[in-house]
């Protein structure tokens, strides 16, 4: 539109025969350098022209998706994956294209109308369909889920690879749909959430790659061989960001920096279809040229569908006025389509028996599964009673070890006073027998002899009134006596020697009621 309202001359010529685009040279007051322009011709498998609706091979939207959409869904039923995306310098068409408008819907909104109602349209009971919406964008080199509410600061998705799935988003929602509405409410959530802008060339540019994907599943059964074939197909359409120049948008700052890192995406991706190309047509020699897939996300998440399993085309969207940004999509789509994928039918079949042993072996998984989850239980279990057990024990042995040496401390004061009380008897004994044995007689001295004899003589006087005689006065009654007094400490440390048997038996009977106080305690 800003070319029809500024009266720019269209360069571009298409013919629907021989499907040639041919870019003409601008007039000489249309060139804006000095510049030497050339007329170039390039052909493809289809050159839609969709300049003037009043020319008699203008081509519709009705067009390009009988052309292309329908022809990648017949590839889709038959199982293979399929990636279209367009290509081109902004505004100049490639979100019309996929997306179109709501009087005029573009390829994305046709394929999946198309997709329910041929699922709709299918009456055999043998077949079953199931399809799962995702809808990303890749901005600034990073992932953002357009189907996830928006948020502040906005969460960004982390690209992952497996040995299975290859390259792909992490923590992606993917929706189940049942029918074509389901999809297109999806798709209106995604468009208002997908990073816009508005510059010099274009009111609404897409600052962002946007990624749709729809995934079928096809589960077949054959009654007769009761076997089961299941299809899997990726349907993947992608609407990419415009290449720019900064000078013809007007961009500043985030704007800016947006379109550089646009720039850097398609570049990368450019190089990814130059190193492809080459490698088909056989162009590089000798060492295998590494594909630089990994220098941005979006060829790294697009790997598969650039070279790998899938039937992929490209929409190369070109300004009819611009010479310089034409010529240079216009190299770009030639040399995308030298590209030669490996694309297969992602099928798999299961007869009876593989099935039925498929299922013997998951349910011998889930009982496996569910045993060792019963057992971890149950360990779980013992663990803990075993742990609260040993703390009991651990108390009960702390007490009996306070016991046992607070009974060790009684029985030591005990032992050690009878040992006392037995040392002192033994020397009492001791010098008793030795003074019984050997009794000393003193003799008075000076005045002291006369008072002693005369108390011996006043004792024996006394004695001998009574007719009584004195037990010490013979050495028979001393034996006697000292016989006697042996006998008695004989007789005491005999019970000293019980005493402490006692005290034995006591110490042993309180360590043995302890030990019992285990059980008593538990019960």
């Known amino acids: 539109m800003h070319e029809a309202e500024r009266g720019a001359t269209c360069l571009v010529e298409m013919d629907p025969v021989t499907q040639t685009t041919t870019l003409c040279p601008p007039t000489e007051g249309d060139k804006a350098s000095r510049k030497l322009y050339e007329k170039k011709t390039f052909t493809f498998d289809n050159s839609f022209w969709s300049a003037n609706p009043q020319d008699p091979h203008y081509a519709d939207q009705d067009t390009i998706y009988n052309c292309l959409g329908e022809e990648f869904l017949d590839h889709n039923f038959e199982g293979y994956h399929t990636c279209i995306f367009a290509y081109g310098q902004t505004g100049s068409g490639k979100s019309y294209s996929m997306m179109g408008t709501e009087e005029n819907p573009g390829l994305i909104p046709r394929t999946c109308e198309d997709l329910f109602e041929r699922i709709e349209s299918n009456v055999s009971p043998d077949v079953s369909y199931s399809v799962r919406v995702s809808y990303f964008e890749v901005y600034n080199e990073q992932v953002r889920d357009l189907l996830a509410p928006r948020s502040d600061p906005p969460r960004y998705l982390k690209v992952r690879e497996s040995p299975t799935e290859g390259p792909h988003v992490a923590d992606l929602i993917d929706v189940p749909v049942k029918n074509y509405a389901e999809v297109m409410r999806y798709m209106t959530m995604g468009d208002i959430n997908r990073t816009v802008a508005s510059t010099k060339m274009n009111d609404t540019s897409s600052r962002s790659h946007a990624v749709f994907t729809l995934m079928l599943r096809q589960v077949h059964h054959d009654v007769n061989t009761d076997e089961t074939t299941e299809r899997t197909a990726r349907i993947r359409l992608v609407d990419l ?103 297969t039918i992602n099928e798999d079949q299961v007869s009876v028996a593989i099935r039925d042993a498929k299922i013997e072996e998951m349910q011998e998984t889930i009982r496996t599964l569910q045993l060792n989850m019963v057992k971890i239980t149950e360990n779980k279990k013992q663990s803990e009673y075993q742990t609260q057990q040993l703390e009991e024990y651990q108390n009960q042995v702390n007490r009996m070890q306070r016991l046992m040496e607070e009974t060790k401390e009684i029985a030591e004061v005990k032992i050690k006073s009878l040992q006392t009380q037995n040392e002192a008897l033994r020397l009492h004994l001791k010098l008793a027998v030795e003074s019984l044995r050997n009794p000393k007689h003193h003799t008075p001295q000076n005045g002291n002899l006369s008072r002693h004899q005369s108390f011996r003589s006043k004792r024996h006087a006394e004695a001998d009134d009574e007719g009584l005689e004195s037990d010490y006065d013979s050495a028979d ?47």
């Open 241 to 343: 960001a415009g290449s720019e120049r900064a000078n013809a948008t007007g961009a500043t700052g985030v704007r800016l920096r947006e379109g550089g890192n646009i720039n850097k995406s398609l570049t990368t991706l450019g190089r990814v279809i130059a190193a492809l190309a080459g490698a088909s047509t056989g162009a590089v020699r000798g060492k295998k040229e590494v594909v630089p897939y990994r220098d941005s996300v979006l060829t790294w998440l697009l790997k598969d569908s650039l070279g790998g399993n899938s039937k992929t085309a490209m929409i190369a969207c070109i300004s009819p006025t611009d010479y310089e940004e034409t010529l240079s999509t216009l190299r770009y789509a030639d040399q995308a389509k030298h590209i030669k994928t490996r694309a």
């Open 477 to 523: 009654d001393r034996e006697d006596v000292a016989t006697e007094v042996e006998i008695r400490v004989d007789e005491l440390l005999k019970d000293i020697a019980l005493f402490k048997r006692k005290c034995a038996d006591d110490k042993a009977r309180i360590m043995l009621n302890a030990l019992h106080e285990r059980p008593l305690n538990r019960a």
